[in-house]
């Protein structure tokens, strides 16, 4: 079983930036590849990024040229570096793990993009 555990969203203004990060509770993190979801209310749950276990990154076409994931396998943590912010990007933003049939998810963490 693995725990992940987002932090970094809140409240920020339109043209701002946030740091999310999602902290997991394995020792194996560096074989799992990782991604940022977001779920608006009223929507289904949407990909916003990826990274594979070898480092290779894909995005949503909404935040291309705005957010980047990366991750830290000495600290069992990945980030995701959101720029630019606009108020569609307002969500639920959640962690997720995924390996073989085996797929986790953390707690979820809100950002809300507003003036």
């Known amino acids: 079983q693995v725990q992940l555990v987002e932090s970094g969203g809140g409240l920020v203004q339109p043209g701002g930036s946030l740091r999310l990060s999602c902290a997991a509770s394995t020792s194996f993190f560096s074989i799992y590849h990782m991604g940022w979801y977001r779920q608006a209310p009223g929507n289904q749950r949407e990909l916003v990024a990826t990274i594979t276990n070898g480092g290779k990154t894909n995005y949503a076409d909404s935040v291309k040229g705005r957010f980047t994931i990366s991750r830290d396998n000495a600290k069992n943590t990945v980030y995701l570096q959101m720029n630019s912010l606009n108020p569609d990007d307002t969500a639920v933003y959640y962690c997720?793990?995924?390996?073989?049939?085996?797929?986790?998810w953390g707690q979820g963490t809100q950002v809300t993009v507003s003036s």
């Open positions: 997720n793990a995924a390996q073989m049939l085996r797929t986790y």
